[in-house]
Every structure is written in structure tokens, then in C-alpha cells.
């Protein structure tokens, strides 16, 4: 039996290695054709007289009815070499074209043509690309035709100008000669075929891997290029906030000591800012999936420190942070810092002075992040989502309820501004399988993240507020 997969048909256009194992298939044709000089009946004869004439008396006559025999032969020959190549492209047609010399031997009586057997043989391997099947099929032909041979026992016009009799050979070793003959050539032919198909398989995969590497070879360059572009300009700004707030107390000696204080607790943000923004440039600069320099559980509660330091209300509350990063992926604890940070930058920039909660609550399954801000007069949140129902901790390790009413994060609303940062907390904590709440509550705030404590998947650095 054949593999199956040896005659699964192969679409697409036809490798240059198979065509040229086609050609090489139709001029061995060519020759077993044009030198079994086969040609029905009465044609036969006159060429041989011809041909006779022409070495033996050197007659004009003779010479002329020789070349047009000899001419004959080679276009008979070209003609099987022309079917073999069409099997290439449509192989039923081919087969049925190279049977056609049978009618001659079933009318006319002529000698069985060898060349019937050649040409499907031909036919087997030239269809093989596209229609394995179609291969099957002419080899069956190419032994029908040698069971017709056994059966009307004529003479066989063979290569080189012999003549097989059957009444001079054994039938049956000749029977089994040609099925191994036959048989062999289409499983060589199915091998090879499968082979080269494996093969040119291979050299697609190497090509699209290196226009993959390419690929990512260019984006590694963009986002070189962006890293250097935003330190030329943001960095040089958060450098020059940091300078003059350092040095305001050497050019104006006359300031009280709150407002030095003020200045030395600007400072010294607009630097961790900058160590922060040089480390998200350094991503940019580097290949996807390395996380290295990027914040971890760790730095939450120093984020919300430095917060409360600075004069905000924020208290952090809920499970203690060892608690929660215990076994987790680090790609949780760079989505919580980042949303803690959000959260913490929307209380600064839209209700200075409010309250703040930051609660890190974690189940079996899940991890909770949530900041919310106390109500305050005159402030103006950006809207999202409207979370309806209360945040409540999870003791049951179920997830939080859904909101009642859900908007894409940044739709545009009388209530506030469109910024970019709540789509970027979305992005990173969906790109890890968890799900985002953010938006007014009570004349307050709430952005709390819930994640799954599963396989963690990519997360995109950086992203602009």
C-alpha cells in the first residue's frame, strides 16, 4: 500500500527541480520512441523499404523515402516527448492521448508500439506534482497495455529498432519484469516526489523565518530610532524641570523654606522620572520579551510612598505586598505597578489633596488591584467604564461582579477629558487574560484591574498618559 500522504496533491506552481526531472523524462521517451520506429502498418513497411534502398543502391528515390522515414520517426518521437510534458499540467488528457496508438493495434493489426508503455511511463512521472493519482493511473494504463500485448500476441516494436515475440520469451518473467519495472518507477517517482516536496517545505520555512528576523530586525531599529527621538525631547525637558528646580534655591536666596522644600521634592521626582523613562527606553531599544529593567511588585509600595511623601492622601491597604507577588509572573507585578501608577497620576492631575486607596487583595485564582479616590469638589475624571457595583474583596476567590453598564476605556464624555493612559492600563491587563473597571463612583474614582494567576502572556511596555 501507498502512504497516503505520498499522494496528497501539491498546489501552487511547479518546482524547478520537478520540471526538470520532467524533461529529463521526455528525452528518455524521445529516444525509446524515435528509434523503435513504430508506425502503423503500411507506412512501416515503405520506410523500411526506403531505408533499404538508401544502403543498399544509393537510389535517389530511396534516399529521399529514407530521410522522410527517419523524419517521421524523430517527429513521433517529439510528439511522445511533447504528451509526456503535457502530463505535467494535464495529465488525464495526457494518458488518453498516449493510448491512442491502441486503436491501431486493435484495427489494424499493426505490432503493439512500445512506445505506449514509454510515454505513460513518462506520463508517471512528469504528473506526479500535482496529481499523484494521475500517476497511479498511468502506470495501470502502462500494464494494461502489456496484458494487451499477452492477449493479441503481435510482435512489440521496442527501442533501437528490435522486435519483441512473445513466442520467443517466457510471458510471465516478461509479465513480472515489467510490473517491477513499473511498479518501481512510480514508487520512486512518489519518493522522490515527497522528497523534494519536503524539501522546498524546509526552504519556505527558512525563508519565512529570515523574512520574520528581518522583520523584527527592522522594528527593533524603529523603536531604537523612537527611544533615541523621545530622550532627545522628553528627557532633555525633565533634565532642564530638574536642573532649575535644584538650582532655584542658588538663584533666588530669598525663598521660604516650604517653597525649597517643594523644590527639592520636585527634583527629586523629575529624576526618578528620568531613570524611569531611560529604562522604558531601554526596552525600546532592545528585543521583544525582555523585562528586565521594568517595576515589579516591589516598587508598589514604594511607588505609593513616594506619593504620600509628596503631600497626597494615599494609603495602601489589603493583603500584604510579600503576600500577593509570591509565586506570580512578573509580567502581574509590572501590570499592577503600572496601574497603580495611572491610578495614582488621574487622583494628582484631577482631585489634588483626596484621599487615595490603593488595595491589593489575591485569592486562589485571582489578583485585585483597585485605587480609588475619595469624592472632592470641582474635579473632572476622564470616563471609561462606569463601575455600578461596589469593589468588594474576594473572599469567596470568585471575580468581581461586572459593570452594569460598560464603555470602551477613552470614549469622549460631558464629564471629562479623553487620555491615553486608561487604554494602555486595558492593553496590558487584557493582554494578560484579566479585565479592567474603570471610571466615576460617588463623585470619587475607582481603576481596578483583576488578573488571573495563570500563564502570563505579552505585555506591552511602556505606552503613553
Given amino acids: 500500500m501507498i502512504p497516503t500522504r505520498l499522494l496528497d496533491p501539491r498546489p501552487g506552481p511547479v518546482p524547478e527541480t520537478w520540471v526538470l526531472v520532467s524533461r529529463v523524462a521526455a528525452a528518455v521517451v524521445f529516444l525509446c520512441v524515435a528509434s523503435s520506429r513504430w508506425v502503423p502498418v503500411d507506412v512501416a513497411r515503405l520506410a523500411s523499404y526506403g531505408l533499404d534502398r538508401f544502403a543498399g543502391v544509393g537510389s535517389v528515390v530511396g534516399a529521399v523515402v529514407g530521410l522522410l522515414a527517419l523524419a517521421l520517426w524523430v517527429a513521433t518521437g517529439a510528439i511522445a516527448a511533447a504528451v509526456v510534458l503535457l502530463g505535467v499540467r494535464r495529465p488525464?488528457?495526457?494518458?488518453?492521448?498516449?493510448?491512442?496508438?491502441?486503436?491501431?493495434?486493435?484495427?489494424?493489426?499493426?505490432?503493439?508500439?512500445?512506445?505506449?508503455?514509454?510515454?505513460?511511463?513518462?506520463?508517471?512521472?512528469?504528473?506526479?506534482?500535482?496529481?499523484?493519482?494521475?500517476?497511479?493511473?498511468?502506470?495501470?494504463?502502462?500494464?494494461?497495455?502489456?496484458?494487451?500485448?499477452?492477449?493479441?500476441?503481435?510482435?512489440?516494436?521496442?527501442?533501437?529498432?528490435?522486435?519483441?515475440?512473445?513466442?520467443?520469451?517466457?510471458?510471465?518473467?516478461?509479465?513480472?519484469?515489467?510490473?517491477?519495472?513499473?511498479?518501481?518507477?512510480?514508487?520512486?517517482?512518489?519518493?522522490?516526489?515527497?522528497?523534494?516536496?519536503?524539501?522546498?517545505?524546509?526552504?519556505?520555512?527558512?525563508?519565512?523565518?529570515?523574512?520574520?528576523?528581518?522583520?523584527?530586525?527592522?522594528?527593533?531599529?524603529?523603536r531604537a530610532r523612537l527611544a533615541?527621538?523621545?530622550?532627545?525631547?522628553?528627557?532633555?525637558?525633565?533634565?532642564?524641570?530638574?536642573?532649575?528646580?535644584?538650582?532655584?534655591?542658588?538663584t533666588h536666596p530669598g525663598l521660604q523654606p516650604e517653597a525649597r522644600s517643594v523644590l527639592a521634592e520636585i527634583a527629586s521626582d523629575a529624576r526618578r522620572a528620568l531613570d524611569e523613562l531611560r529604562g522604558v527606553l531601554g526596552i525600546l531599544g532592545r528585543s521583544v520579551?525582555?523585562?528586565?529593567?521594568?517595576?515589579?511588585?516591589?516598587?508598589?509600595?514604594?511607588?505609593?510612598?513616594?506619593?504620600?511623601?509628596?503631600?497626597?492622601?494615599?494609603?495602601?491597604?489589603?493583603?500584604?505586598?510579600?503576600?500577593?507577588?509570591?509565586?506570580?509572573?512578573?509580567?502581574?507585578?509590572?501590570?499592577?505597578?503600572?496601574?497603580?501608577?495611572?491610578?495614582?497620576?488621574?487622583?494628582?492631575?484631577?482631585?489634588?489633596?483626596?484621599?487615595?486607596?490603593?488595595?491589593?487583595?489575591?485569592?486562589?485564582?485571582?489578583?485585585?488591584?483597585?485605587?480609588?479616590?475619595a469624592p472632592t469638589g470641582g474635579a473632572t475624571w476622564p470616563r471609561g467604564d462606569e463601575p455600578t457595583a461596589p469593589i468588594a474583596p474576594l473572599a469567596t476567590g470568585a471575580p468581581l461582579p461586572a459593570p452594569t453598564r460598560r464603555l470602551p476605556v477613552g470614549d469622549p464624555a460631558p464629564s471629562g477629558t479623553v487620555g491615553h493612559g486608561l487604554v494602555g492600563m486595558r492593553e496590558r491587563v487584557e493582554a494578560l487574560g484579566g479585565r479592567l473597571v474603570a471610571g466615576p463612583r460617588d463623585g470619587g474614582f475607582a481603576l481596578e484591574a483583576t488578573l488571573p494567576l495563570g500563564p502570563a502572556g505579552p505585555v506591552v511596555a511602556g505606552g503613553a498618559r
Wanted: proline share 4%; no cysteine.
Fill in 92 to 222: 488525464l488528457a495526457a494518458v488518453g492521448l498516449a493510448l491512442l496508438p491502441l486503436v491501431a493495434v486493435v484495427v489494424l493489426g499493426s505490432a503493439v508500439p512500445f512506445a505506449v508503455v514509454a510515454v505513460l511511463a513518462g506520463i508517471t512521472v512528469a504528473a506526479a506534482w500535482h496529481s499523484p493519482s494521475a500517476s497511479v493511473l498511468a502506470t495501470l494504463a502502462a500494464l494494461a497495455t502489456v496484458a494487451l500485448w499477452f492477449v493479441v500476441r503481435l510482435p512489440m516494436e521496442a527501442p533501437l529498432g528490435s522486435v519483441v515475440e512473445l513466442r520467443f520469451t517466457d510471458a510471465l518473467v516478461v509479465g513480472v519484469l515489467y510490473v517491477l519495472a513499473l511498479g518501481g518507477l512510480l514508487v520512486a517517482t512518489l519518493v522522490g516526489r515527497d522528497a523534494v516536496a519536503r524539501g522546498l517545505d524546509a526552504r519556505q520555512r527558512v525563508a519565512a523565518r529570515s523574512a520574520e528576523v528581518e522583520e523584527q530586525s527592522e522594528v527593533t531599529a524603529e
Fill in 228 to 250: 533615541r527621538d523621545l530622550h532627545d525631547v522628553v528627557a532633555h525637558h525633565v533634565s532642564l524641570i530638574a536642573v532649575r528646580a535644584e538650582t532655584a534655591p542658588y
Fill in 289 to 373: 520579551g525582555d523585562r528586565a529593567p521594568q517595576p515589579s511588585w516591589s516598587d508598589v509600595a514604594a511607588l505609593v510612598e513616594r506619593s504620600s511623601s509628596s503631600g497626597e492622601q494615599v494609603a495602601l491597604v489589603g493583603d500584604p505586598v510579600d503576600r500577593v507577588a509570591a509565586g506570580t509572573d512578573p509580567a502581574l507585578g509590572y501590570v499592577a505597578y503600572r496601574v497603580v501608577q495611572e491610578g495614582l497620576t488621574n487622583a494628582r492631575k484631577h482631585a489634588a489633596g483626596s484621599a487615595t486607596t490603593v488595595r491589593l487583595e489575591r485569592t486562589a485564582g485571582l489578583v485585585v488591584v483597585s485605587v480609588v479616590t
